[in-house]
């Protein structure tokens, strides 16, 4: 409890990984609706638009969640190297 309260064990790179699968869930949910929603009905130009928004949510959410954890391992690099 200690660690928690002082600051000295992160609580937030446990959390990234769900926010990772939210996000990608997300991504593909949104692919999806526009892949077949709308007025319009389903056309080729609306699938690849939709293929296009879930392959690039997903590789987005990727990219930004491994740049969080590149933070917090740059913490814990420094914070072994301070108690040496």
Not at 7 to 18: E, S, W
Not at 27 to 43: H, P, R
């Amino acid at each position: 409890m200690k660690d928690l309260l002082y600051f000295d064990n992160m609580l937030t790179p446990k959390l990234i990984t769900f926010v990772y699968w939210v996000m990608l869930f997300g991504s593909f949910v949104g692919g999806l609706g526009t892949m077949f929603g709308g007025f319009e009905g389903f056309t080729i130009g609306k699938f690849f638009l939709g293929m296009l928004y879930a392959l690039g949510g997903a590789l987005a959410s990727r990219i930004w969640c491994e740049l969080l954890i590149v933070l917090f391992k740059m913490n814990e690099a420094l914070q072994a190297l301070r108690q040496k």
